[in-house]
């Protein structure tokens, strides 16, 4: 019986180093290729690509004239753009026009966050390199860890804009793009949710004493947003594939590379 055990163990820590020397690899070049293809879509400066002078022309607009915006998409910044709304004030629409010029461009913060963090995990997988010899689980463990950590914050920027008060959004540096400027009670804002560009206006209104605000907006599908996403989840899930193989032998603490159970394992 106790022979058999032993059998068992020496099989199991065999396994566990082929999949330390040869599994490993082979899953961290996957996700490297998927990686690097994201990294391919971005409109910006990365990894050896550089996309930053692509331009693509949207039409944000909502129904009955009430806003229409058309823009021009450069890399990660908004270079032109058309802008028309209407407010209501004291019972009475008004028409406003504003533009952004390319000197003064709109820049959109989440699209180089997303990039560099996506830079991040492809550099942690360029750390280990293809003949890197790992040692122990926890040591692959937390290579994963790490690319998972970066995926996840570059996929969530783009998911998730943060909120920002509408005194953030007024004193907003991207603000002083638009010529002309806009009155003191409104505030626009382009920001990315999934694969969509958002224009959205907001107009302080005195209510019952108090300020609050309306808001307004708009949004077009981003062809080159949807395919980040794809791949970033990809990427996620195949880094997550992995973790969960190396997991199998995390929780035999004395496996590393080289050792060869002397005794049973209870």
């Not at 804002?189 to 107009?203: D, E």
Request: with cysteine.
């Amino acid at each position: 019986m106790v022979d058999c055990e032993k059998v068992e163990a020496i099989n199991l820590q065999k396994e566990f180093e082929w999949v330390l020397n040869q599994e490993i690899h082979k899953g961290l070049d996957q996700i490297h290729q998927i990686l690097v293809e994201c990294a391919r879509r971005f409109p910006v400066q990365l990894y050896g690509h550089d996309n930053s002078n692509k331009q693509d022309k949207f039409v944000l607009s909502v129904p009955l004239d009430q806003l229409k915006c058309v823009v021009t998409l450069t890399g990660d910044s908004i270079t032109h753009a058309d802008i028309n709304f209407k407010v209501t004030r004291q019972n009475s629409a008004t028409v406003v026009k504003t533009t952004i010029q390319n000197e003064y461009p709109w820049k959109l913060q989440q699209v180089q966050d997303a990039a560099n963090h996506l830079q991040q995990a492809i550099y942690h997988i360029d750390d280990v390199g293809k003949n890197y010899k790992f040692k122990s689980s926890d040591e692959v463990l937390h290579i994963l860890g790490n690319i998972l950590g970066s995926l996840q914050r570059g996929r969530t920027s783009l998911i998730v804009p943060r909120k920002k008060t509408m005194d953030d959004l007024i004193k907003s540096r991207n603000m002083k793009s638009l010529a002309p400027n806009l009155s003191e009670d409104l505030a626009i804002s382009f920001y990315i949710q999934s694969h969509k560009l958002i224009f959205a206006i907001y107009q302080l209104v005195h209510s019952h004493g108090e300020m609050k605000y309306d808001s307004t907006h708009a949004e077009c599908s981003v062809p080159w947003l949807n395919e980040v996403l794809v791949l970033f989840t990809v990427g996620l899930q195949l880094c997550q594939q992995l973790k969960d193989k190396i997991c199998v032998f995390s929780q035999y603490k004395d496996f590393t590379v080289g050792s060869r159970p002397s005794s049973p394992i209870n």
